[in-house]
C-alpha cells in the first residue's frame, strides 16, 4: 500500500551508504542482503517497488531480489507492527508447549492470529523454525531481542516491556 510516488530509498546519505558497503564485498550483488537491511530499516517493509529499486542498483533482476526477500523471514513483504515476534514452533519447542505461547501471545498483543498486527499498531506475531535454542523452550525473537524460556504465564510481562 503505497500512498504516493515511490521514493526511492538509495539516494543521499543512504546511496553513500551503500557504496561505501560495495568496497567490503566482493561484488555489488553480493551487498543484496544488507542492501535489503537498509531498505526495511528506512520503510520499516520491503515492497514490490522497493525490490525493483534494490535490483537497479545491484544490477540484479527483480525476480531473484524477490525470491531472496520471500525466502528469509527476517524480511517483511507487508508492513508490520512497531514490534516484530518470531515463535519457534518446530517439533522440539512444540513438545514442550510453543502453541501456548504463541496463543498467549496473540491474545496479550491484540494480534488475534498469525502475521496480522495488532490494531493499536504495535505487533505482528509469526511462527518460525528452529531459532537454535532447542534446550530452552520456548524461544522467541522480539525485534534484536532473543528470549529463552517463555511460558504461557511470562507473555503478559514481555508484551507490557513493548511500547
Ligand atoms: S526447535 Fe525450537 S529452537 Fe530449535
Same mark, same amino acid.
Given at each position: 500500500?503505497? !500512498?504516493?510516488?515511490?521514493?526511492p530509498v538509495f539516494s543521499g546519505p543512504a546511496r553513500t551508504r551503500l557504496e561505501q558497503l560495495f568496497g567490503?564485498?566482493?561484488?555489488?550483488?553480493?551487498c @543484496? @542482503?544488507?542492501a535489503?537491511?537498509m531498505?526495511?530499516?528506512a520503510?520499516?517493509?520491503?515492497? /514490490?517497488?522497493?525490490? !525493483?529499486?534494490? !535490483?537497479?542498483v545491484?544490477?540484479?533482476?527483480?525476480?531473484?531480489?524477490?525470491?531472496?526477500?520471500?525466502?528469509?523471514?527476517?524480511?517483511?513483504?507487508?508492513?508490520?507492527?512497531?514490534?516484530?515476534?518470531?515463535?519457534?514452533?518446530?517439533?522440539?519447542?512444540?513438545?514442550?508447549?510453543?502453541?501456548?505461547?504463541?496463543?498467549?501471545?496473540?491474545?496479550?498483543?491484540?494480534?488475534?492470529?498469525?502475521?496480522?498486527?495488532?490494531?493499536?499498531?504495535?505487533? #505482528?506475531?509469526?511462527?518460525?523454525?528452529?531459532?537454535?535454542?532447542?534446550?530452552?523452550? #520456548?524461544?522467541?525473537?522480539?525485534? /534484536?531481542?532473543?528470549?529463552? /524460556?517463555?511460558?504461557?504465564?511470562?507473555?503478559?510481562?514481555?508484551?507490557?516491556?513493548? /511500547?
Amino acid at each position: 500500500m503505497s !500512498a504516493g510516488p515511490y521514493v526511492p530509498v538509495f539516494s543521499g546519505p543512504a546511496r553513500t551508504r551503500l557504496e561505501q558497503l560495495f568496497g567490503k564485498y566482493p561484488t555489488k550483488q553480493a551487498c @543484496l @542482503l544488507p542492501a535489503l537491511w537498509m531498505v526495511q530499516e528506512a520503510r520499516g517493509w520491503i515492497s /514490490d517497488q522497493a525490490i !525493483a529499486e534494490v !535490483a537497479d542498483v545491484l544490477e540484479l533482476t527483480p525476480a531473484y531480489v524477490k525470491g531472496v526477500v520471500t525466502f528469509y523471514t527476517m524480511y517483511h513483504t507487508h508492513p508490520v507492527g512497531r514490534h516484530f515476534v518470531q515463535v519457534c514452533t518446530t517439533s522440539p519447542c512444540n513438545i514442550c508447549g510453543a502453541e501456548a505461547v504463541v496463543q498467549s501471545l496473540l491474545e496479550e498483543t491484540g494480534c488475534g492470529e498469525l502475521g496480522a498486527t495488532s490494531p493499536d499498531g504495535r505487533f #505482528t506475531v509469526i511462527e518460525v523454525e528452529c531459532l537454535g535454542a532447542c534446550g530452552f523452550p #520456548t524461544p522467541i525473537l522480539v525485534d /534484536d531481542d532473543f528470549l529463552e /524460556d517463555v511460558t504461557p504465564e511470562k507473555v503478559k510481562g514481555i508484551v507490557q516491556r513493548y /511500547d
